[in-house]
Nanobody, 133 residues
Framework: QVQLRESGGGSVQAGLSLRLSCAASGATYNSDCMVWFRQAPGKEREGVAG???????????YYADSVKGRFTISQDSAKNILYLRMNSLRPEDTAMYYCAASRWLLGPSGCGGSWHQPRANYWGRGTQVTVSS
């Protein structure tokens, strides 16, 4: 079992930044496909950013088109913490943000091809991000 706990959400004005954190505990693996999802009221859950770290320490990151250039996903493997740095926030970024471990996606090809699918093995409870104009 893997436990995930998000933090760092809040209410900000458009154009400002937030950094979300996700602390992982339990049976964690550095090679898991880790993903940030979000879900706005009345909308489907969508993948925002994903990251895969290989056994040699090489990292691959993936982003939804809507956040490319504004959001950055990173991982502190030693501390088992996943981050999402969100810059230039927009009102349309308002949503509940979830950290997830998609262990069913194996290797960089698996993570890279399907990271955005909301079928993760483990989910956090979410942290709310609200962006006002």
């Amino acid at each position: 079992q893997v436990q995930l706990r998000e933090s760092g959400g809040g209410s900000v004005q458009a154009g400002l930044s937030l950094r979300l954190s996700c602390a992982a505990s339990g049976a964690t693996y550095n090679s898991d496909c880790m993903v940030w999802f979000r879900q706005a009221p009345g909308k489907e859950r969508e993948g925002v950013a994903g990251i895969y770290t290989g056994v040699a320490g090489s990292t691959r990151t993936y982003y939804a088109d809507s956040v490319k250039g504004r959001f950055t996903i990173s991982q502190d493997s030693a501390k088992n913490i996943l981050y999402l740095r969100m810059n230039s926030l927009r009102p349309e970024d308002t949503a509940m943000y979830y950290c997830a471990a998609s262990r069913w996606l194996l290797g960089p090809s698996g993570c890279g091809g399907s990271w955005h699918q909301p079928r993760a093995n483990y989910w956090g409870r979410g942290t709310q991000v609200t962006v006002s104009s």
